[in-house]
Structure formats: C-alpha cells, structure tokens
C-alpha cells in the first residue's frame, strides 16, 4: 500500500510480510510494515503498521497508523490513529490522538500541539492564570 505524501507524489517503502529488519533506521517518505522491525530508532514521514507487523523500538513520525504491534515510545508532530487490532505498549506524544474500540493500550499518552514542552507544565500555568486566592479575595470584600 503507497501513502500519499502533500506534495502529490506517492513513495511506497514495505518490510514485508514475512520479512525481519533490525537496526535504526530512518526513512524520508513512507514507510509500511507487515513483518517485524525491532531497534533503537525508526524514522518516517508517514508509517503505517499492518495487521500483522511486529515493531519494538522507538518511533518518530509526522503520522503514524498502526493495526499491528508496537513496544516502544511513538512521539509523532502530526497525528497517531490507533485502530481496533491495535495493541501498543509505550507512551504516545502527539497533537491528535484518535484511538478505535478495541484498541489494547498500556501508557502515558501526551496530547499537546507544543510537544516541545511538557503538557503538565502548560496546564498548572494556564490554571495559574487569573488565580483567586481566599484570603485576599475576603480582605477585598471586608474594606
């Protein structure tokens, strides 16, 4: 199956069914996995992981599919759809998260559009903001 990239061209990148890659291995364009791939490091624009495809290392995409297994952390600047055969152990950092019934799951997902920094930091600022506190707003209200 190609993925088609924005510009219109189509690049079409397999590790096939039966097929077994190790390594780090980092791709510009598409890259869809039926067989296994197991490293420290995966790179593609677009990855799509079949059915069947076996992944154990850590990814970094723009957007990412998976049907099949993954055992590694996915930090993805675009988006990650999980669909119902999915089966993921590891976190997930990304923008848009869509995940189908079905999907077996077991980590910290991270959902921020600044992935460059921590979303917990950015939401006890954005709480902090316009912060009420009890004892001056009663000391307002008595004077």
């Known amino acids: 199956m190609a993925?088609?990239?924005a510009s219109g061209d189509v690049a079409?990148?397999?590790?096939?069914?039966?097929?077994?890659?190790?390594?780090?291995?980092?791709?510009?364009?598409s890259l869809r996995i039926d067989g296994r791939f197991e490293g420290k490091y995966l790179q593609?624009?677009?990855l799509y992981?079949?059915?069947l495809?076996?992944?154990?290392?850590?990814?970094?995409?723009?957007?990412?599919?998976?049907?099949g297994?993954?055992?590694?952390?996915?930090?993805?600047?675009?988006?990650?759809?999980?669909?119902p055969t999915a089966r993921i152990l590891g976190d997930i950092?990304?923008?848009?998260?869509?995940?189908?019934?079905?999907?077996?799951?077991?980590?910290?997902?991270?959902?921020?559009?600044?992935?460059r920094s921590s979303a917990k930091d950015l939401i006890a600022t954005e709480y902090e903001k316009n912060r009420i506190v009890p004892e001056e707003f009663?000391?307002?209200?008595s004077s």
Do not use: W
Request: charged letters at 15%; hydrophobic letters at 45%; one cysteine or more.
């Open 3 to 5: 993925i088609a990239r």
């Open 12 to 29: 079409s990148n397999v590790i096939g069914e039966n097929s077994y890659f190790t390594g780090t291995f980092v791709i510009n364009g």
């Open 44 to 46: 593609a624009e677009q």
């Open 49 to 51: 992981i079949g059915a």
């Open 53 to 67: 495809g076996k992944i154990k290392t850590n990814i970094n995409a723009v957007s990412v599919i998976i049907e």
């Open 69 to 83: 297994m993954v055992i590694g952390n996915i930090n993805a600047s675009s988006r990650v759809l999980l669909m």
């Open 93 to 115: 950092k990304t923008p848009e998260l869509i995940i189908q019934n079905g999907v077996l799951l077991e980590g910290r997902c991270t959902i921020a559009n600044d992935l």
């Open 138 to 141: 009663l000391a307002k209200k």
